[in-house]
């Protein structure tokens, strides 16, 4: 199984963009969203920005992983 999980441009060049998830920067593949600027939230699967998000968006999205990864434990 596959998750899309938002993350924050930090900088753009060209098609590729590095994005931070938390503290850990990964380069993402812009080709699906060429208009994502530095200070975008952005949903990333299998290395692809797919959509554009806001921050308020983002951070219920990540919230949610959290009490997910809370939720788990103890398993």
């Given at each position: 199984m596959c998750l899309a999980v938002p993350g924050k441009v930090i900088e753009v060049n060209g098609p590729v963009a590095v994005v931070d998830f938390g503290g850990v920067k990964r380069e993402?593949?812009?080709?699906?969203?060429?208009?994502?600027?530095?200070?975008?939230?952005?949903?990333?699967?299998?290395?692809?920005?797919?959509?554009k998000l806001d921050e308020k968006k983002a951070m219920e999205i990540l919230e949610a992983w959290a009490e997910v990864e809370k939720a788990m434990e103890g398993f």
């Open positions: 993402v593949r812009l080709d699906l969203m060429p208009d994502t600027k530095p200070g975008d939230w952005v949903i990333v699967h299998t290395g692809f920005a797919i959509e």
